[in-house]
C-alpha cells in the first residue's frame, strides 16, 4: 500500500491543523494506521493509532485530549485533527500502516508515507 501524508504548514500556538494521509494500493480497511513524528536528532515518536474500523483509538500522552485521529475506508483515507498546538508540536508527521492494533513502535508497522511537515510558532 502507498500512503500519501498532507495537510502540514505553519501555524500560531493555540491553532489547529488537520493532516491527511491517503492510501492507494491493497485494501486500506485491512490495515490498523498511525501517525508518527520525528524532529531531527530524535527518533520517530508515536502519535497515534486507529483500529481497522475506526471504533477504537489510542494516544500518546503528550497528545491526548488535543489531537485526535479518524479514517475514512470508503476514501482510504486518515485524518489527524490537531488542535490546541504547541511549539513542542513541531515535527515531520508520517502516516503508517500496520497489521496489528495498538502498535506504538515504528517496527509494528510496514508501510510509510512521507512526512509532512508541521511548524508551531510561539
Known amino acids: 500500500v502507498q500512503l500519501q501524508a498532507s495537510g502540514g504548514g505553519l501555524v500560531q500556538a493555540g491553532g489547529s491543523l488537520r493532516l491527511s494521509c491517503a492510501a492507494s494500493?491493497?485494501?486500506?480497511?485491512?490495515?490498523?494506521m498511525g501517525w508518527f513524528r520525528q524532529v531531527p536528532g530524535k527518533e520517530r515518536e508515536f502519535v497515534a493509532t486507529v483500529n481497522w474500523a475506526g471504533g477504537s483509538t489510542y494516544y500518546a500522552d503528550s497528545v491526548k485530549g488535543r489531537f485526535t485521529i479518524s479514517r475514512d475506508n470508503a476514501k482510504n483515507t486518515v485524518y489527524l485533527q490537531m488542535n490546541s498546538l504547541i511549539p513542542e508540536d513541531t515535527a515531520v508527521y508520517y502516516c503508517?500502516?500496520?497489521?496489528?492494533?495498538?502498535?506504538?513502535?515504528?517496527?509494528?508497522?510496514?508501510?510509510w508515507g512521507r512526512g509532512t511537515l508541521v511548524t508551531v510558532s510561539s
Open positions: 503508517a500502516a500496520s497489521a496489528f492494533a495498538r502498535k506504538v513502535n515504528t517496527e509494528g508497522y510496514v508501510y
Open positions: 494500493g491493497r485494501a486500506f480497511s485491512t490495515y490498523v
